[in-house]
């Protein structure tokens, strides 16, 4: 009697990244899932849960590490998938340096890999490994040879006063017959209007609702405004009459400016800490807790905790009239371990002490004048240096090697992003009346507006990370670290 061996199923994972995401929409990364979704189901692989990796608005050139990435090699490594999907070989790597590492593991643990746009890729064999790295020489070479020559023209373009293509009335301005480009001052006042609401904690759905019920048309051919549509106006360099190319500052513009540079570098980075539809937060912590739990990989998990409600009398689960209000780690929030969670009231009274003590050494007057007053002059003014440092440098590329050039603008650019990231964590607070926080002590503090205790509790607080803790009824506190802002 013969019988038939029926193979195992081929365990693939799905790899997918976007390097930038300002918005915050996951559009991007979520149209490279369905496309190697269903090559994977054409190939006749399953995807388990877990196995869908995302990193979104990582870049892959920058050095910035990458959660999912990471968590991909571990999977190779220990030999839990056979297979991975990915929309096109650049999302794994885009630098030849970061090819070699992928070959010597998947040497070790071989896997099968399908790109949605270029094909099989075979980093098993000696052939297929030298394809790879003429592509990705050829495709780094090309990458920086564009960068160079674009950087440039666009530089000589900024110095003389010429304004992109593209829209022929950009919201904001209008564009002449040579091509300038002058204030339309109804537009103009709009845009002063939604940059005031904002910095005042309105969300960019608010505001769009507001304009389409008040008939305000776009620019473009798009019949209502989206809040992706509003974050480009408001984010574009444009309106502080600043030259950009691909999201970099590359000179000054001829056109006059409709917000000062300050207000717009404000506006710039709540929208980054609030990008669509943000709902009042109704958890005293939230945004601020993040998963320190470490993974079966041996890797910390990092995600951002979620806040949950308490007991709810209407919910059918037995025990869900007594739950208490804690933060839990979802797997759903890009990628979270999802076993780790703690009572809201433990994991707040150890960062209200930190808070509190913090008060006693130095007052909330005194850290949101720091923070928020000569801090961000300072940084505003090393960001407009080191662009005005890029565009020189741009304009004697031609006389300098390419290496020397890419490691002296790579330097800058390191400084840039450091830079914009504190003025981010600078502008996240709520705005709240001045008179109201600066009064702020531990006594009256119970008596304040959540908001205004979640404005108070950044001053002092960065972020918070909460180990897994283990069965029982007292809270561990040492499970807490506080993260400062200092």
């Given at each position: 009697m013969s019988t038939t061996t029926i193979a195992p199923p081929i365990r693939a994972a799905i790899y997918c990244r976007i390097s930038l995401d300002k918005a915050d929409d996951r559009h991007g990364v979520e149209a490279q899932e369905a496309e190697c979704r269903a090559l994977a189901e054409r190939a006749g692989w399953n995807v388990a849960r877990e196995h869908l990796l995302i990193d979104n608005d990582v870049s892959a050139t920058s050095g910035v590490v990458r959660p999912s990435y990471r968590r991909l090699l571990g999977l190779i490594e220990r030999g839990e998938i056979d297979a991975l999907v990915v929309w096109n070989t650049d999302r794994l790597y885009r630098l030849y340096r970061d090819l070699m590492p992928l070959i010597d593991l998947i040497k070790?643990?071989?896997?099968?890999?399908k790109t949605?746009?270029?094909?099989?890729?075979?980093l098993s064999s000696a052939d297929g490994r030298l394809t790879a790295g003429i592509k990705a020489q050829v495709s780094q070479h090309e990458a920086e040879r564009i960068g160079e020559r674009v950087t440039m023209r666009h530089s000589r373009n900024a110095k003389q006063g010429r304004a992109h293509g593209g829209t022929p009335n950009p919201f904001g301005y209008t564009r002449t017959e040579a091509g300038h480009l002058v204030v339309d001052e109804a537009q103009a006042e709009l845009i002063r209007e939604a940059a005031g609401r904002i910095l005042n904690g309105a969300s960019?759905?608010?505001?769009?609702?507001?304009?389409?019920?008040?008939?305000?048309?776009t620019a473009g051919k798009a019949t209502h405004w989206r809040p992706n549509s509003l974050t480009k106006v408001l984010t574009s360099g444009r309106i502080v009459a600043l030259r950009e190319y691909r999201g970099d500052v590359i000179g000054p513009a001829d056109w006059a400016p409709i917000l000062d540079r300050e207000t717009w570098e404000r506006v710039r980075s709540r929208i980054t800490h609030a990008p669509i539809g943000r709902q009042p937060r109704r958890a005293l912590l939230a945004g601020l807790v993040y998963c320190a739990n470490v993974r079966a990989d041996g890797e910390p998990c990092g995600c951002r905790m979620r806040s949950v409600s308490g007991g709810d009398p209407s919910n059918p689960h037995p025990m869900a009239k007594y739950r208490s209000p804690g933060y839990m780690c979802d797997p759903a929030n890009g990628n979270g371990c999802g076993s780790n969670t703690a009572k809201a009231a433990g994991v707040e009274a150890v960062v209200l002490a930190h808070v509190f003590d913090a008060m006693k050494v130095t007052n909330v007057a005194a850290v949101r004048a720091r923070r928020g007053g000569a801090e961000v002059g300072e940084l505003i003014a090393a960001i407009e240096a080191d662009e005005r440092l890029l565009d020189e440098y741009a304009e004697a590329a031609s006389q300098m090697r390419p290496s020397e050039y890419l490691s002296i603008t790579g330097a800058i650019r390191d400084r840039l992003d450091a830079a914009r990231r504190k003025l981010d964590e600078?502008?996240?607070?709520?705005?709240?009346d001045t008179s109201v926080i600066e009064g702020v002590t531990p006594e009256t503090f119970d008596g304040l507006d959540l908001s205004i205790k979640q404005a108070v509790i950044r001053l002092y607080v960065q972020r918070v990370e909460v180990a897994k803790g283990k069965p029982g009824r007292t809270f561990d506190a040492t499970r807490v670290r506080v993260v400062t802002t200092d």
């Open positions: 070790r643990r071989p896997i099968d890999i949605v746009t270029s094909g099989d890729v075979d960019l759905n608010s505001i769009v609702l507001d304009w389409n019920s008040r008939g305000i048309a600078l502008s996240a607070d709520v705005e709240v």
